[in-house]
T-cell receptor, first 110, second 114 residues
Framework: QKEVEQNSGPLSVPEGAIASLNCTYSDRGSQSFFWYRQYSGKSPELIMSIYSNGDKEDGRFTAQLNKASQYVSLLIRDSQPSDSATYLC??????????FGTGTSLTVIP | EPEVTQTPSHQVTQMGQEVILRCVPISNHLYFYWYRQILGQKVEFLVSFYNNEISEKSEIFDDQFSVERPDGSNFTLKIRSTKLEDSAMYFCASAPTRSQETQYFGPGTRLLVL
């Protein structure tokens, strides 16, 4: 069974702080990893993808991948109230099927 | 910027009725997907489609479901005999190449089965 686990939260951080979101996955054969943001009632919106071990930065967002420990994380620096949303971790195991976690709800407090 | 579109945005149907959900993927994309998200739950993969055939499907995608690309632009999901538990948001997604590429999601169709 291929699982993607996320802490459902809610996670609350003050405006300007760093938000840290974590995701673990069950299959060592996983090949690609994605973070999506989903506002209530809306579709998932891609934030970042990461394929190799290490860090990948894009603006205020940094994705971190550790395949040996089977986790992927997302850091949001200088968090803004507009970052308040549910963050979804998605994993691809090499085929054409993608597995999503349940998401972590983030609230940024002004 | 190109985007995936879906119609209708909302669909209400009676149990046992057939519904067809429509999607127009991004024009130069080759891979197409359907997902569902039951209210308050995670996004679940239903099916992927490439080169006019299903490439993968999940356990959810049983004989009640079918997909089709009837022309060069539309991608449809048909549920033959809807059940109450089919009530969910259905998302279409497309990707330029295969599995390691980013998928772009449409806005979704909210299906309510009464």
């Amino acid at each position: 069974q291929k699982e993607v686990e996320q802490n459902s939260g809610p996670l609350s951080v003050p405006e300007g702080a760093i938000a840290s979101l974590n995701c673990t996955y069950s299959d060592r054969g996983s090949q690609s990893f994605f973070w999506y943001r989903q506002y209530s009632g809306k579709s998932p919106e891609l934030i970042m993808s990461i394929y190799s071990n290490g860090d990948k930065e894009d603006g205020r967002f940094t994705a971190q991948l550790n395949k040996a420990s089977q986790y992927v994380s997302l850091l949001i620096r200088d968090s803004q109230p507009s970052d308040s949303a549910t963050y979804l971790c998605a994993v691809n195991y090499g085929g054409n099927q993608f597995y999503f976690g349940t998401g972590t709800s983030l609230t940024v407090i002004p | 910027e190109p985007e995936v579109t879906q119609t209708p945005s909302h669909q209400v149907t009676q149990m046992g009725q057939e519904v067809i959900l429509r999607c127009v993927p991004i024009s130069n994309h080759l891979y197409f997907y359907w997902y569902r998200q039951i209210l308050g739950q995670k996004v679940e993969f239903l099916v992927s489609f490439y080169n006019n055939e299903i490439s993968e499907k999940s356990e959810i995608f049983d004989d009640q479901f079918s997909v089709e690309r009837p022309d060069g632009s539309n991608f449809t999901l048909k549920i033959r005999s809807t059940k109450l538990e089919d009530s969910a948001m259905y998302f279409c997604a497309s990707a330029p190449t295969r599995s390691q590429e980013t998928q772009y999601f449409g806005p979704g169709t909210r299906l309510l089965v009464l």
